[in-house]
T-cell receptor
Framework: DAGITQSPRHKVTETGTPVTLRCHQT?????MYWYRQDPGHGLRLIHY???????DKGEVSDGYSVSRSKTEDFLLTLESATSSQTSVYFC?????????FGQGTRLTVV | GIQVEQSPPDLILQEGANSTLRCNFS?????LQWFHQNPWGQLINLFY???GTKQNGRLSATTVATERYSLLYISSSQTTDSGVYFC??????????FGTGTKLQVIP
């Protein structure tokens, strides 16, 4: 939707390993967000960005870091994956007008 | 931050019935959107509606910004309407906040 691509779409990783998820957009949207979705918790904000090198924490940021070196890319890194980070991760872009979702990344930490 | 509450949390409808979903928010907002998450997990924009009323086929939405609520109407529901409906608001600093969603099941 709206030229947003998340990669990978699915990943299984082991506890303790670092993992990086990528969100790429072709719409030149200024605002980008990472959310996780878990049963019973809805969509929870992890980190967000207002522009290149301009990021801030959301409500569930512990154990995650982000980087935005280019307008089109927003990377989410799990520094040392834990089982509690098993989730579906969504990238969202926009914010000034409409928000658009990526397809989601299903991450399983075993 | 802005609090967003949706009601009801769960809804079961017979095919052909009408329904109203509600989204309340705690502060003034710049934008409001309604999304539908289908059973395969994909999230689709339904409406961008910071104020006023819009209609798209069997769906319509109304936002009364001064009273801090929005309503999503589904008429003549179909099984393909099943899924979770989220509202999302954008407040100060352009931060997007989602409601907890309404899970809708339409049965034949």
């Amino acid at each position: 939707d709206a030229g947003i691509t998340q990669s990978p779409r699915h990943k299984v990783t082991e506890t303790g390993t670092p993992v990086t998820l990528r969100c790429h957009q072709t719409e030149n949207h200024r605002y980008m967000y990472w959310y996780r979705q878990d049963p019973g918790h809805g969509l929870r904000l992890i980190h967000y960005s207002y522009g290149v090198k301009d990021t801030d924490k959301g409500e569930v940021s512990d154990g995650y870091s982000v980087s935005r070196s280019k307008t089109e890319d927003f990377l989410l890194t799990l520094e040392s994956a834990t089982s509690s980070q098993t989730s579906v991760y969504f990238c969202v872009t926009g914010g000034n007008t409409e928000a658009f979702f990526g397809q989601g990344t299903r991450l399983t930490v075993v | 931050g802005i609090q967003v509450e949706q009601s009801p949390p769960d809804l079961i409808l017979q095919e052909g019935a009408n329904s109203t979903l509600r989204c309340n928010f705690s502060d003034s907002v710049n934008n409001l959107q309604w999304f539908h998450q289908n059973p395969w997990g994909q999230l689709i924009n339904l409406f961008y509606i910071p104020s006023g009323t819009k209609q798209n086929g069997r769906l319509s939405a109304t936002t009364v910004a001064t009273e801090r609520y929005s309503l999503l109407y589904i008429s003549s529901s179909q099984t393909t309407d099943s899924g979770v409906y989220f509202c999302a608001v954008t407040g100060g600093y352009q931060k997007v906040t989602f409601g907890t969603g309404t899970k809708l099941q339409v049965i034949p």
